[in-house]
């Protein structure tokens, strides 16, 4: 299982790809991805992302499903979807623990 | 210190316009990223892992009032309220958006700042003593000549694209705190018999996954040369210097691979078809750039005072801070103020906006306007009336930044590590923090003594953890972080490469492992003046090696 990640051009955000060609601010709002014929197709749109300045920096990360939640396999991207471990009052981490 | 002239405003002023229209035309689709990326580099931003990040500079780490206030705001309208402190004495923002580093850009040149050469591969922020013009032990203040530096190396024509990026550090003292022997030229400041100023040169040193410590090339530079032969080893290097590995293309590689005895005859040769030429220092400039860096007339004054003696007796942080966060003033009455930037369980180098506010109020009451970032991330007051302590530790204490724990075990410097960094292979901060719960006890610190534990997320090792009396090396195994102990660094005027212990440890372990080896150099000691690094070298790593894993 992919999903699609990359920084926003204009500000930085880590998003990943949502439905519909989307970028999304959580990872729980990710398309999940499986079989290489939609990563591909999913490529495909991230790279037109590029293309039209919405995005910097765009590639595929490797997930798994734990509790019916989306979790990335490394820990560096665990830590980009959180935000920094030492500060949890700021970045995505924040957002997910008021919402 | 150093005001901007005419020549050095409009270049800023340029630079931050012609950024401007670089972030503008990448908007607008006129530039590629590949087209963007070594030009916002060259401005100091880069991408990091959870946004962008401005690198700003602190030129050999010295400023006023009234720019930390501007880094305050900076922090406080365009950031998240907080910067870090780095270890090449810059100020880093870990949260701006690109549509907004133009206006940052703007505000920072209005206080003589700027962000350019803190990135890409070019001649970075020369760094310095942060007791410059201060210390008791100075032959004289390296930052006119750091200055002199700055001012030949930015938007050098001919060394904006170097093979790798180019650090350069000098001291004043013969004791040294600018770590320059692991510097790509590092420069000590030294009197000849005739009582001229000179600098002993070292090339090649550097950190990162190929350690080394500088060979000297020279034992006496004279001044007037200080340009000419900067010059002439960068146009060797540019010549030389390997372009096909990033990994091997930095001076050090070419020292090592080219033999020091060849190539210090390629950079005599070079120097010597310069050295009559435009190079050459005029005394006269000089004097005109030590001007600006006169120091304050300062009184002399008692060296003991009875209030700060009286408070020393009843308030036990207060003697903490005094043992620790104080260094000798070549005026008598006075002393350097190391503020720490590690309070017990924080994050190495982090000033909140506030703090930053605080800072330079209290520069502007106590310490002459004068503020210092050491590259050991704490914030240093150069000039402070000894009869003022007590006041001025008292609003540290308000603002949490009066731990005196200068030099101590709990004093790590720590890069961000993959709390932060794209590079990171496994966090440092946490790391630091766990040591500094563990040891944070004022007694507890005060009985360890001197020992200079210095963290690295990854291999390029901008926590210099190879020339940490403890380094540590954080790195990714199986997918889970890992942490490499080495022994025996250090970054003064006896500088060495530390040594691996031995296999690592997990994120559980590797605390447990360093109060192993703590408490092993307390039981060897040969009493409490013997510290860490003089333990070390004298018995070895065996003792070490056994306590941690045993025997055989």
């Given at each position: 299982?992919?999903?699609?990640?990359?920084?926003?051009?204009?500000?930085?955000?880590v998003?990943?790809?949502?439905?519909?060609?989307?970028?999304?601010?959580?990872l729980?709002?990710?398309?999940?991805?499986?079989?290489?014929?939609?990563?591909?197709?999913?490529?495909?749109?991230?790279?037109?992302?590029?293309?039209?300045?919405?995005?910097?920096?765009?590639?595929?990360i490797?997930?798994?499903?734990?509790?019916?939640?989306?979790v990335p396999?490394r820990l560096r991207e665990i830590i980009r979807a959180a935000g920094p471990t030492v500060l949890p009052?700021l970045g995505k981490q924040?957002?997910?623990?008021?919402? | 210190?150093?005001?901007?002239?005419?020549?050095?405003?409009?270049?800023?002023?340029?630079?931050?316009?012609?950024?401007?229209?670089?972030?503008?035309?990448?908007?607008?689709?006129?530039?590629?990223?590949?087209?963007?990326?070594?030009?916002?580099?060259?401005?100091?931003?880069?991408?990091q892992l959870h946004?962008?990040?401005?690198?700003?500079?602190?030129?050999?780490?010295?400023?006023?009032?009234?720019?930390?206030?501007?880094?305050?705001?900076?922090?406080?309208?365009?950031?998240?309220?907080?910067?870090?402190?780095?270890?090449?004495?810059?100020?880093?923002?870990?949260?701006?958006?690109?549509?907004?580093?133009?206006?940052?850009?703007?505000?920072?040149?209005?206080?003589?700042?700027?962000?350019?050469?803190?990135?890409?591969?070019?001649?970075?922020?020369?760094?310095?003593?942060?007791?410059?013009?201060?210390?008791?032990?100075?032959?004289?203040?390296?930052?006119?000549?750091?200055?002199?530096?700055?001012?030949?190396?930015?938007?050098?024509?001919?060394?904006?694209?170097?093979?790798?990026?180019?650090?350069?550090?000098?001291?004043?003292?013969?004791?040294?705190?600018?770590?320059?022997?692991?510097?790509?030229?590092?420069?000590?400041?030294?009197?000849?018999?005739?009582?001229?100023?000179?600098?002993?040169?070292?090339?090649?040193?550097?950190?990162?996954?190929?350690?080394?410590?500088?060979?000297?090339?020279?034992?006496?530079?004279?001044?007037?040369?200080?340009?000419?032969?900067?010059?002439?080893?960068?146009?060797?290097?540019?010549?030389?210097?390997?372009?096909?590995?990033?990994?091997?293309?930095?001076?050090?590689?070419?020292?090592?691979?080219?033999?020091?005895?060849?190539?210090?005859?390629?950079?005599?040769?070079?120097?010597?078809?310069?050295?009559?030429?435009?190079?050459?220092?005029?005394?006269?400039?000089?004097?005109?750039?030590?001007?600006?860096?006169?120091?304050?007339?300062?009184?002399?004054?008692?060296?003991?005072?009875?209030?700060?003696?009286?408070?020393?007796?009843?308030?036990?942080?207060?003697?903490?801070?005094?043992?620790?966060?104080?260094?000798?003033?070549?005026?008598?009455?006075?002393?350097?103020?190391?503020?720490?930037?590690?309070?017990?369980?924080?994050?190495?180098?982090?000033?909140?906006?506030?703090?930053?506010?605080?800072?330079?109020?209290?520069?502007?009451?106590?310490?002459?306007?004068?503020?210092?970032?050491?590259?050991?991330?704490?914030?240093?007051?150069?000039?402070?009336?000894?009869?003022?302590?007590?006041?001025?530790?008292?609003?540290?204490?308000?603002?949490?930044?009066?731990?005196?724990?200068?030099?101590?075990?709990?004093?790590?410097?720590?890069?961000p590590g993959m709390d932060y960094c794209a590079?990171a292979t496994a966090r440092?901060i946490p790391?630091?923090?766990?040591?500094?719960?563990?040891?944070?006890?004022?007694?507890?610190?005060?009985?360890?003594?001197?020992?200079?534990?210095?963290?690295?997320g990854?291999?390029?090792?901008?926590?210099?953890?190879?020339?940490?009396?403890?380094?540590?090396?954080?790195?990714?195994?199986?997918?889970?972080e890992?942490?490499?102990?080495?022994?025996?660094?250090?970054?003064?005027?006896?500088?060495?490469?530390?040594?691996?212990?031995?296999?690592?440890?997990?994120?559980?372990?590797?605390?447990?492992?360093?109060?192993?080896?703590?408490?092993?150099?307390?039981?060897?000691?040969?009493?409490?003046?013997?510290?860490?690094?003089?333990?070390?070298?004298?018995?070895?790593?065996?003792?070490?090696?056994?306590?941690?894993?045993?025997?055989?």
């Amino acid at each position: 299982m992919k999903v699609i990640t990359g920084n926003r051009l204009l500000d930085g955000e880590v998003v990943w790809l949502g439905e519909n060609g989307s970028w999304v601010e959580l990872l729980s709002q990710a398309r999940v991805l499986e079989g290489s014929d939609e990563l591909a197709a999913a490529l495909e749109v991230a790279r037109q992302s590029l293309a039209d300045r919405v995005m910097v920096d765009v590639y595929e990360i490797d997930v798994t499903v734990e509790d019916g939640r989306v979790v990335p396999v490394r820990l560096r991207e665990i830590i980009r979807a959180a935000g920094p471990t030492v500060l949890p009052h700021l970045g995505k981490q924040a957002r997910t623990a008021t919402a | 210190m150093y005001r901007y002239d005419e020549f050095d405003q409009e270049f800023v002023d340029q630079r931050t316009a012609q950024f401007a229209d670089q972030v503008r035309r990448r908007l607008a689709g006129e530039l590629s990223e590949d087209e963007f990326k070594p030009l916002r580099l060259m401005n100091g931003l880069y991408l990091q892992l959870h946004a962008y990040m401005l690198r700003v500079a602190i030129p050999y780490g010295t400023l006023n009032g009234r720019q930390m206030r501007k880094l305050a705001h900076i922090a406080r309208t365009y950031d998240r309220g907080y910067g870090h402190f780095t270890t090449r004495q810059n100020i880093q923002f870990n949260w701006p958006r690109l549509e907004d580093t133009p206006r940052i850009l703007q505000e920072l040149a209005e206080v003589e700042m700027h962000a350019i050469q803190t990135s890409g591969n070019c001649i970075r922020n020369v760094t310095a003593d942060h007791f410059a013009g201060a210390a008791a032990d100075e032959i004289a203040d390296p930052r006119p000549y750091a200055e002199i530096l700055r001012q030949w190396s930015s938007i050098h024509p001919e060394f904006t694209f170097l093979p790798r990026k180019f650090k350069i550090a000098i001291t004043g003292a013969p004791h040294d705190r600018a770590a320059v022997q692991v510097h790509d030229i590092g420069l000590q400041l030294a009197r000849n018999d005739a009582g001229e100023i000179g600098f002993v040169v070292f090339v090649g040193g550097g950190l990162g996954r190929t350690p080394m410590i500088g060979r000297k090339v020279r034992d006496f530079l004279p001044e007037e040369d200080l340009l000419a032969y900067s010059e002439a080893i960068l146009r060797v290097y540019n010549r030389y210097g390997r372009r096909d590995n990033k990994y091997k293309a930095r001076i050090k590689i070419l020292v090592h691979e080219t033999g020091l005895e060849e190539l210090k005859a390629d950079i005599e040769a070079e120097f010597d078809k310069i050295r009559h030429g435009v190079l050459r220092l005029p005394e006269e400039e000089v004097h005109r750039i030590e001007a600006y860096f006169a120091p304050p007339t300062l009184e002399v004054l008692a060296v003991t005072d009875a209030a700060v003696e009286a408070r020393k007796a009843s308030d036990a942080a207060f003697a903490q801070f005094v043992a620790h966060n104080l260094n000798p003033h070549r005026v008598p009455g006075h002393v350097s103020v190391t503020i720490s930037m590690k309070p017990i369980g924080g994050i190495p180098g982090d000033a909140s906006d506030a703090q930053m506010d605080v800072i330079a109020d209290l520069a502007e009451r106590y310490g002459h306007d004068e503020i210092r970032i050491s590259h050991e991330q704490n914030v240093i007051l150069p000039h402070v009336a000894i009869r003022d302590l007590p006041a001025l530790f008292d609003v540290l204490v308000e603002h949490k930044m009066a731990e005196g724990n200068a030099g101590l075990i709990t004093d790590i410097i720590a890069c961000p590590g993959m709390d932060y960094c794209a590079l990171a292979t496994a966090r440092s901060i946490p790391v630091a923090q766990e040591i500094s719960e563990r040891f944070g006890n004022a007694e507890r610190q005060a009985e360890v003594g001197e020992l200079k534990i210095k963290i690295s997320g990854c291999i390029n090792a901008c926590g210099h953890h190879h020339v940490g009396h403890i380094g540590i090396l954080g790195l990714e195994k199986k997918g889970e972080e890992f942490y490499q102990i080495t022994l025996g660094g250090s970054a003064n005027e006896e500088s060495s490469i530390g040594k691996i212990v031995g296999r690592g440890f997990s994120s559980e372990t590797v605390v447990d492992a360093i109060e192993t080896l703590v408490d092993t150099y307390l039981g060897l000691r040969t009493s409490k003046e013997e510290t860490f690094l003089d333990a070390y070298r004298r018995i070895g790593e065996e003792p070490f090696k056994e306590a941690l894993y045993g025997i055989g």
